[in-house]
């Protein structure tokens, strides 16, 4: 081998041969939801007027949107220092978009969104003194 082969060799690579990975992306579902509802009551009943606001109580994952109720199973759940993590992963290019299902408690309501393109896994976080959503995480 030549030296100048050799030392071509032991450069490192330029920049374009290994793009650094994308970071992760954080995508908060709102903290919560205002519901109003109308109320037809029986005669004689009167109803009373509830708080409307509603805190994030589960996510779901979906192929497509999610009224095409094609809700996925997390690939796998584990404990890291106490937090619960569910984790879905995905093809690079699936058929499907994948979107993010934000339910809300004691309410039949959703948000959804997809997720973007290039998306190949998901995480929920929850927090270790109660079920409670501590954050999502999507990355390529």
């Not at 029986?42 to 805190?55: D, K, L, M, Y």
């Not at 809300?104 to 003194?129: D, I, N």
């Amino acid at each position: 081998m030549h030296l100048r082969h050799l030392l071509l060799a032991l450069l490192p690579l330029p920049a374009w041969a290994a793009p650094a990975p994308l970071p992760p992306t954080v995508i908060d579902c709102p903290a919560h939801i205002e519901v109003k509802s109308t109320v037809t009551a029986p005669a004689g009943w009167a109803p009373v007027a509830g708080n409307g606001r509603h805190p994030l109580s589960n996510v779901t994952m979906f192929a497509g949107p999610p009224i095409e109720l094609a809700s996925l199973v997390p690939t796998g759940s584990l404990k890291r220092q106490g937090v619960a993590i569910d984790f879905w992963t995905f093809l690079p290019n699936p058929p499907e978009p994948i979107y993010l299902g934000c339910s809300y408690h004691q309410t039949g309501e959703m948000l959804s969104r997809p997720v973007g393109a290039g998306v190949t896994r998901c995480e929920t976080h929850y927090k270790p003194s109660r079920p409670e959503l501590a954050g999502i995480r999507c990355s390529p």
